[in-house]
């Protein structure tokens, strides 16, 4: 297991990050994700942190509190060390059926990060993450509210997840205007069928320091090896129950069949090649795995031992390549003398 920075802190975490969603189920897309109680996810999570990992993610909106609450009394139960394990979590999602029960205001902020407390039994949060765009919010109100939960102790790092690229860079130059803590990592779906975020966010991140948390790297179980040109959703799977994220199969169905012969070629699964490819990407600090079976588990994490060679990273990269978009092709036409010398005075 590798150890990153998070973004352009002094802060170390694993390569691989155990995501909590699976935890608590309910009703909704709760109970189609998972639904693993106190001992099946104390279980799991044993086995993450046996294997090297150090940071586990969880969201109040998960299960509605419940993902928390079982995160929280594993790590009692389990007599993990606060000191050993970065412990991430998010608010703006919807909590109750009040007006302020939801969204990136100071209000809802404050709110949240004492029920967040709570229910993970900690006396601080290490990365807190506003979980979505909050269009109703000024932006400033935002920056400011977590600063405050830094200056008080209670938020050591903060985050956000699933920005566009304007938004982040926004939030990014309101807290360097006013001396307060930046954004140190992203979270955002990113997958080998689904490279958007190579558009405008990857360029980003990497010119700001911020780093990148990658969930559904497996897009939703679609990169598991259970489907492909040939292969239909079984009944009763995760796709047929929640068809999300939205995946473009056209695209993504020969990708999926060379990550097979890849996988076939090495003797393991197709998922442990659709984490490999990610942990080859530079612009990643963490991908976010869960599970609902230790075997499931086992397979993911065993994706930090595979190395890619350059041919099969060439391939994979040629076969799952986004189409220009405008203005990406006109900059690439227009820097194509500057990009010829700046590679000449490297040599």
Known sequence: ????????????????????????????????????QQQEAEQLIARSLDAGINFIDTADVYAHGVSEKITGQALKNLKVKREDV????????????????????????????????????????DLYQIHGFDPATPLEE?????????????????????????QIMKGLGIADRLGFSRFASLQAYYTIAGRDLE????????SEGVG???????AGGLLSGKYGCDRNAEEGSRRVTFDFPPVDLERAYP????????????????????????????????IIIGAKQP?????NIAAVGIELSAAE?????????????????MLARQGEFRARQLAETKK
């Open 1 to 36: 297991m590798r150890y990153n920075r998070l973004g352009n802190t002094g802060l170390f975490v694993s390569e691989l990050c155990f995501g909590t969603m699976t935890f608590g189920g309910g009703e909704g897309i709760w109970g189609n994700i998972g639904s693993l």
């Open 86 to 125: 970065v412990i991430a979590t998010k608010v703006f999602s919807e909590m109750g059926a009040a007006p302020n029960d939801r969204g990136a205001s100071r209000a809802h902020i404050l709110d949240g990060v004492k029920a967040s407390l709570k229910r993970l039994q900690l006396e601080h949060i």
């Open 142 to 166: 935002t920056v400011r509210a977590l600063e405050m939960l830094v200056s008080q102790g209670l938020v050591r790092y903060v985050g956000v997840s699933n920005w566009a690229a304007w």
């Open 199 to 206: 558009r405008e966010i990857v360029p980003l991140l990497k």
């Open 212 to 218: 990148l948390m990658v969930w559904s790297p497996l």
């Open 255 to 286: 990708v999926i069949d060379r990550m097979r012969t890849i996988a076939d070629e090495r003797g393991c699964s197709v998922a442990r090649i659709a984490l490999a490819w990610l942990l080859h990407q530079p612009q990643v600090t963490s």
């Open 295 to 299: 075997e499931q588990l086992d397979d």
């Open 313 to 329: 990273l060439v391939s994979l990269d040629e076969i799952s390549q986004l189409p220009l978009e405008y203005p990406a092709w």
